[in-house]
């Protein structure tokens, strides 16, 4: 098992910055890929990012390209999301998952409970 806690969320200005964290427990986190995805009220869980287990890759889909970065630390059991330029359209619920490195929410086999991003003025 692997537990995964969200951290960081908030409210922010269009144009502004946020960091999420999302700190895992319990089995070895280096052994898993990790994603971010979000979710708006009434759509689907999107992709965000996903980062290889070992080695620094990283996947982005074309909507946040540019603006978020995905980074993890090992020693810390630790991923990051690090979110520029937000807009308004970037506000949802933000998730993390372990699983294996991979676009879709299907591959990931654990997830955190989530954390509330809402950008507005």
């Known amino acids: 098992q692997v537990q995964l806690v969200e951290s960081g969320g908030g409210l922010v200005q269009p144009g502004g910055s946020l960091r999420l964290s999302c700190a895992a427990s319990?089995?070895?986190?280096?052994?898993?890929?990790m994603g971010w995805f979000r979710q708006a009220p009434g759509q689907e869980r999107e992709f965000v990012a996903a980062i290889a287990p070992i080695g620094g890759n990283t996947h982005y889909p074309d909507s946040v390209k540019g603006r978020f970065s995905i980074s993890r630390d090992n020693t810390k059991s630790t991923v990051y999301l690090q979110m520029n330029s937000l807009k308004a359209e970037d506000t949802a619920v933000y998730y993390c998952a372990a699983g294996r490195y991979s676009v879709s929410t299907s591959h990931y086999t654990y997830w955190g409970q989530g954390t509330q991003v809402t950008v507005s003025s």
């Open positions: 319990g089995r070895t986190f280096s052994a898993f890929a």
